[in-house]
Structures are given as C-alpha cells and as structure tokens.
C-alpha cells in the first residue's frame, strides 16, 4: 500500500452561471485526470477545470482518475453546492491502487567460468478484480529489464496477468522495476552460493563494461551509459565490506546472526513525453514558471528555481512556479516514471535559454549593443567589461517588447534514461525472536548528473525507506476464505518508523546520460528499486551462515525469519 502522507480527496464546485465544473483534488497531475473525466462526463473541456494544490506524497496511486472525482462532479451539479470528499485510512487500504504482487519463476544459466548465458523468468501479475489504468504495463515494463546489469546475451520472459479478488495492482514507486530488480538480484546471489563465488565476484564477472556502451540487451533496452563496478566498488568502500568477518565474529559472540547483502540495479524512466515548460519575465523583473509537472513533495520549485538561475542569474525567490491548474497551463504529464527533471527540466532549460537570448536583444536595443557583448548578472543585462546595465524589470516595462518576453521550450526524449547504483545493507538477527536490525545501509548512484544534491538524497532516503518497509513488514493479506481485506488500517498493516530506518550514507558516481540536454538519468524511483534485494540479500546471507537457509520470501518479519530459523535446526515452530 501507497500510504502517503495525506490521503486521496476533492472538492467539487458547479457554477451553474457557466454551466462550469471545478474540481479541486490530490493528484500527480490534473491533465489526465481531467481527460478521462471528459468523457465520463461527457464534457466539452471548457466546461471542466481540475486544479491540483500542495499534494504530500504521491508514489504512482494518485495518477488516476478515481471514481469519487467523477461522484462528487455529479453530486455538485445536483446539488447546486460544492461538495467534499476526503479519504480516510481505511478508505485508502480498500480502494486505492495497491502494488508490487508478482510470484515469480526465475532461471539462470552459467558457463563453467561463471559467465551467464541465458535467463528464464515466468511472471504472474495480479490484476486486482479488474483492470486499472496502467495494470499490464506494470509487469510488462518490469520485465523488460529483467537482465539487470548483466551481460546476458538470451532471454526467454513470459508475463501473464490474473484477475483475483483484490483492488486493482498498478503503479507504485518504481512500477515493474523494482519487482525486476528484485527477482535478478536476489538470484545472482542464489547462483553465487551455488557455484561458490562471492556474491561481488559473480557480479563484476558478467557487469555489462561501460566499453561495451551504448549496449543494448536481450530485452531490448538501449544502455546508454555507466560504469556498474565503479560504483559497487565505492559502496563497498563505504561499508567496510572486508571488514565484515571481524563484525561477524562479535555478532557470534553476542548470540546474533549476521549478514551483509547487496544489489546492483538499473531502472529505464524519464521518457514519460514531451513537457511544455513556458517562462515569463514579470513586470518586476521576476520570472514566472507554468509547466505540466505536479510535485508531490519532490522539490520541484527549488530544483526549477536553480535551472532558471543558471541563465538568468535570478536568486530562487525571484521565480515563481504554477502547476497543477488545467486552466493556467494547456497541457501536463504530471508526474511519474522518474520524469519531471529528465523531461520537465530539460524542457525549462530550453526555455531559459531562449528567453535569455531574448533579454539581451531587448537589452541590446536599449543600450545600443550587440547581445553578443552583454552578460546577465543578477537580474541585470550589463554591456561587457562596462557599468552600462539595465535591469529585468526596466526591459520588462518597455513598450517594444513585442512576445520577447515569454519563452517556451518542450523537450520529447528520444529514448528511456538508465538511472543505477548499488545498495548494501549489513543486518543483525535476533535468532530467538527472529527480529531483524539493519546496522548499516550504504547506497551509491549513478543518476547522471546531480542538479541539487539536498533534494536528491532526500528522494534516495524516501524510496529507499519504502524499500525497508516492503522487505521487513510491509504486506497486504486478504482472508482465503472470503476475501475480506484483513489489514485495512495502520493497526494491521506495518509501516517502518523512524528507529527502524537506519542513517543512510549516500553518493554519486555519476556518469552523464548522453541523450538527455541536462546529462541527468532521474532519481525518484531509485531509491525503492535497489533496496529490497539488498535487504533481503543480507537477511538470506545471515541465515544462510548460520542455517544454511538459501532462501526467503518478502517481507521478513520476526515470525516467518523465527520460522526459517527453527525449522532448520529441526525444531517444530510453536
């Protein structure tokens, strides 16, 4: 389950003068929202506006059109008044998108160097009762990313969608690519046991090499760039790996089992579409932003704010962000796929550009230059080497100005980016309560570019403590028998809290997308991708020293690591 911050609602007003709905709602954009409530209201899209305000946390449940937008439009018309509805928890764990159910089948096939040659995946993707808007996708986009960073020349996928009981499974954080980085990573290290080598041994081995890039895999999917074992080398670096027997033996000593896991993911995001980004100098000699992109707790003012900087030499406060409002901006991804800075920002950094180049010819007419020999320097367009200046807000009360003074760029990537990292997680395990501490967890990325490095460790932390959850507690369990959702309040279903998520150490080697104008790979996904197979990795590494138990299914609780751990020492779990 999503479990954002503030839960799904909308406020519907009818304007019965011009026969004008409004809607008001927590979304991860209004755009296409809007467009499927056109034609499940059969209105034309002037008579529709869908506004979208501060929204806290979004994780791919709130793309969608749900069915109590529509029933509070209707209600709002019959009625004559505005109508609320707002979520409560419960609402949410029984009828919002839930995420990540997948059982699958995983083969790999090694040469006698330990060279891979071939993968064999057998996915089955819950639907839910019925379909929902991205459900097939979800499985599908996943699985073509199933030979990870690996240089596996065949591949032989096969997804099949079931229907269930359950609410419809769609997008959550990561949508496919977690669930594929999982099956991968958990079985490289399966086949490191297996043939023995060291889980690392095995990877560097069959590491796609960053000579070998732009690769394209068995899948399909064109590699652009990266360096897989540059970065698995930092992350060991950083969480003393050859130190680890000497924090074994003290574990021993204590009566604990211990373990160090870890993951090497790639993701493919940041090519949701093109998005419009339109910038405008304000009388005042402020610049206004409108662009489709819905933040949900990412940032994106800031991370805007710091593009339009870098060319118009404004300090963040003299930029202004509109989102989320159907009537200001004509169109909107929103956000998801990890595509806002990819996408959006590349977008914003074309327009800056241009309307840059255009405040120095309007500058260049007033001081009776070449833009050629004018600099921007803190909202002012300076004639070179000079004290010849004139400000934004002078050029901007001019009467000449003509469109010069609105820029609009909208970037369509050419192909995915391939944002990747490793993720190493150390744990302890008390073997009589089969309670799980993660001890230390190191991630190091490659997102090709870092354009804020606060708020790209904070989308790293966010991700990867959702990645915490799912491996340790997070589960979603229906009755067998009748189907009745059992864990349908935060009294039933376990989220990490704040002692259970460790201080996270963080880095980037970061090697530039050659595609993409900014150099960036998208980041907001990352997080919730590699963590689980590290988590589970180092769990099974415990178990697996102390038991010689190979393997577990998510989540590790207490009760089913406890379960593992009697059951191979020959003791029948009470």
């Given at each position: 389950m999503a479990n954002y911050l503030d839960t799904?609602?909308?406020?519907?007003?009818?304007?019965?003068s011009d026969e004008r709905l409004t809607l008001t709602l927590s979304s991860q954009g209004p755009h296409a929202i809007r467009d499927t409530l056109l034609q499940v209201l059969k209105l034309p899209a002037e008579k529709l506006r869908v506004t979208t305000p501060d929204v806290g946390g979004g994780f791919g449940t709130k793309l969608f059109p749900y069915r109590e937008y529509a029933l509070a439009a209707v209600a709002s018309k019959q009625l004559q008044k505005p109508v609320t509805w707002i979520a409560d928890r419960s609402d949410h764990f029984l009828g919002d998108m839930q995420g990540r159910d997948n059982v699958t089948t995983a083969r790999l096939a090694l040469d006698e160097k330990h060279r891979f040659l071939a993968l064999d995946v057998d996915l089955v993707a819950n639907m839910g009762a019925y379909l929902s808007q991205f459900a097939p996708l979800i499985p599908t986009l996943g699985a073509v990313l199933s030979p990870g960073v690996y240089d596996i020349s065949t591949c032989h996928i096969?997804?099949?969608?079931?229907?269930?009981?359950?609410?419809?499974?769609?997008?959550?954080?990561?949508?496919?690519?977690?669930?594929?980085?999982?099956?991968?990573?958990?079985?490289?290290?399966?086949a490191a046991r297996e043939v023995g080598m060291t889980p690392d041994a095995l990877r560097r081995r069959n590491f796609i090499k960053p000579s070998a890039m732009p690769y394209q895999s068995a899948t399909g999917q064109n590699y652009d760039s990266g360096n897989f074992a540059t970065h698995l080398k930092r992350a060991q670096e950083l969480a003393d790996w050859s130190g680890f027997a000497k924090r074994l033996r003290l574990s021993k000593k204590a009566g604990r089992l211990r373990g160090i896991g870890l993951s090497t993911y790639i993701e493919a995001c940041g090519n949701a579409g093109s998005e419009t980004a339109t910038l405008k100098l304000e009388s005042d000699g402020s610049a206004t932003l409108l662009i489709g992109s819905q933040s949900t707790g990412q940032g994106h003012a800031t991370?805007?704010?710091?593009?339009?900087?870098?060319?118009?030499?404004?300090?963040?406060?003299?930029?202004?962000?509109?989102?989320?409002?159907?009537?200001?901006?004509?169109?909107?991804?929103?956000?998801?796929?990890?595509?806002?800075i990819p996408c959006g920002g590349a977008s914003l950094a074309g327009a800056a550009k241009k309307l840059a180049q255009n405040i120095k010819v309007l500058a260049g007419e007033a001081l009776e230059a070449g833009a050629d020999d004018l600099e921007i320097v803190n909202g002012t367009v300076r004639v070179t080497g000079t004290d010849r200046t004139i400000s934004f807000a002078a050029l901007a009360q001019r009467p000449d100005t003509g469109n010069r003074l609105t820029a609009m760029d909208a970037f369509t990537p050419p192909q995915a980016t391939y944002p990747n990292g490793t993720h190493i997680a150390e744990v302890e395990i008390d073997p009589a309560t089969g309670e799980t501490r993660i001890?230390?967890?190191?991630?190091?990325?490659?997102?090709?570019?870092?354009?804020?490095?606060?708020?790209?460790?904070?989308?790293?932390?966010?991700?990867?403590?959702?990645?915490?959850?799912?491996?340790?507690?997070?589960?979603?369990?229906?009755?067998p028998a009748s189907g009745q959702l059992m864990t349908a309040s935060l009294m039933d279903y376990a989220v990490p809290k704040a002692d259970e998520v460790p201080a996270i150490t963080f880095e980037t080697r970061n090697v530039p997308c050659r595609h993409n104008p900014l150099g960036v790979k998208g980041a907001g996904e990352a997080g919730a991708i590699g963590s689980c197979p590290a988590v589970m990795n180092a769990i099974v590494d415990a178990l697996w020293r102390a038991r010689r138990i190979s393997h577990l299914d998510m989540p590790a609780t207490p009760h089913r690591v406890w379960t593992a751990i009697n059951i191979a020492t020959g003791q029948e779990p009470g």
């Open positions: 799904r609602g909308v406020v519907a007003d009818y304007d019965a096969r997804v099949r969608g079931v229907y269930t009981n359950t609410v419809p499974v769609d997008a959550y954080r990561g949508a496919g690519r977690p669930e594929a980085a999982y099956v991968i990573e958990r079985l490289v290290d399966h991370a805007y704010a710091q593009l339009v900087a870098q060319h118009l030499s404004l300090p963040p406060e003299r930029v202004s962000m509109v989102q989320g409002d159907t009537d200001r901006i004509a169109t909107g991804l929103g956000t998801g796929g990890s595509s806002s001890v230390n967890y190191v991630v190091v990325d490659d997102f090709g570019a870092t354009l804020n490095p606060l708020l790209l460790a904070g989308q790293v932390h966010g991700g990867t403590a959702q990645g915490i959850g799912q491996a340790l507690m997070e589960h979603t369990v229906y009755d």
